[in-house]
């Protein structure tokens, strides 16, 4: 008798195709626009006259590529965040891209209609043209709430919290453009367009999120708590743990436009790698040497009694973290990591920890720890702590057989 199936695996794949396809769609959605202006008839010296008769045409062109512009700007800087993507995430692309498609259309009606067109027909093209803006501002619905709960398809997965923020944006898009459709219906398609006008700049600024700048802020409807975190964030159940807590000070690395995922990647390997570690030493299922490579070279600054560079694994274990755990009857761990921070292949982490010594009495101190990564091993590390305490503990209590 054949075992229960196994569940299957969601497949994701890289973001490169994706991206590929739909700067495509929107590059070949802005350039159609232009074939919604006319080319007028040239004779009987009118050309001027007939190009300035035109302008609604001009006014519906210059709306719309900024419009659709500022959407492709959007994308961008969802994309950017974005590490890889599954069956779910390629369909709601899909239908962002489908609705940005849509925008040549109700353009042409409407400058017609500005140009050429009655009262009635002026009002239902700004109607069809809320439509179409509302339903472009629908297709983002599902991504921002779609997104926070698969962190995994982020490059740096502390971002999901601040998706979750996000979920509104759309939807004052969606109520926006509806009103003003609505508007420009019942009272003047005049205002209409310049509800529209208003509605772009909105999505413009708030391009890189609610809270990517002061101009942002001024849309934001109320200031956005920065949540941040990392994997360590919340709180593990176990009593050994319960105090320890990460803050993720990842906002302060000023990363250059253009900055590659992989590094980005490399920037939250590494860090969870320590994480990981500081995890399992609190709980007591490993210990810090789970992360230290072989050749490792580790430098103890101030003036303890270990303050040196120790060359290599061995030596640091032997002349400093053995001798270390024997002088305590109840093991020394870290109780609370205060912050981590990473940068390429360097990773800071500021820590307290304690235990009781072979004397009975407590013993704390923090830590400043700045390591460098390769393979995901610790290669060279600078450490600072407090020297006074660390010498009363060497000085006054014997190692343990």
């Not at 010296?45 to 045409?57: D, F, I, R, V, Y």
């Not at 600054?301 to 290599?312: H, I, P, Q, W």
């Not at 694994?313 to 270390?324: D, R, S, T, Y």
């Not at 305590?328 to 820590?351: K, M, N, Q």
């Amino acid at each position: 008798m054949s075992g229960p199936a196994e569940p299957r695996r969601r497949r994701t794949a890289s973001t490169t195709r994706v991206e590929a396809f739909s700067d495509a769609v929107f590059a070949i959605t802005i350039t159609l626009l232009v074939l919604e202006i006319g080319r007028p008839e040239i004779g009987d010296g009118e050309l001027a006259s007939t190009l300035l008769h035109q302008w609604p045409e001009f006014l519906a062109f210059a709306v719309s590529f900024v419009y659709v512009g500022v959407i492709w700007l959007n994308h961008h800087a969802l994309f950017a965040s974005i590490r890889q993507v599954d069956i779910v995430l390629n369909w709601i692309n899909l239908g962002i891209l489908g609705t940005a498609a849509l925008v040549p259309f109700p353009t042409g009606v409407l400058a017609s209609a500005l140009s050429e067109g009655s009262r009635a027909d002026q009002q239902a093209a700004v109607v069809l043209y809320g439509i179409v803006a509302a339903l472009m501002s629908a297709a983002w619905l599902p991504v921002f709430p779609y997104l926070h709960r698969h962190p995994d398809l982020l490059v740096d997965p502390t971002d999901a919290q601040p998706f979750r923020a996000q979920r509104s944006r759309p939807w004052v898009g969606v109520i926006s453009f509806g009103i003003a459709g609505l508007v420009g219906y019942l009272i003047s398609p005049w205002i209409a367009i310049v509800l529209f006008v208003w509605m772009i700049a909105y999505h413009a600024a708030t391009s890189e999120g609610l809270h990517a700048n002061q101009i942002a802020r001024l849309f934001a409807w109320g200031r956005l708590r920065q949540t941040g975190g990392s994997a360590m964030t919340t709180e593990p159940k176990e009593a050994a743990v319960q105090n320890a807590r990460t803050h993720d000070t990842s906002v302060l690395v000023e990363r250059p436009l253009g900055a590659g995922k992989e590094k980005i990647m490399d920037e939250r390997t590494n860090r969870e790698r320590a994480e990981k570690a500081f995890r399992d030493w609190s709980a007591g299922t490993g210990y810090i040497t789970d992360l230290l490579a072989d050749d490792l070279r580790w430098t103890i600054v101030g003036r303890s009694r270990a303050s040196k560079t120790y060359e290599g694994k061995e030596a640091f274990v032997g002349e400093v973290l053995e001798p270390f755990g024997a002088r305590f009857s109840e093991r020394f761990r870290p109780v609370t990591v205060r912050s981590i921070y990473a940068d390429g292949d360097t990773v800071v982490v500021l820590w307290d920890g304690e235990g009781t010594r072979l004397d009975g009495k407590p013993y704390e101190n923090t830590y400043a720890w700045f390591m460098r990564f390769r393979d995901g091993l610790v290669v060279e590390a600078t450490a600072f702590y407090d020297s006074v305490a660390f010498n009363e503990l060497w000085d006054e209590v014997t190692p343990a057989d």
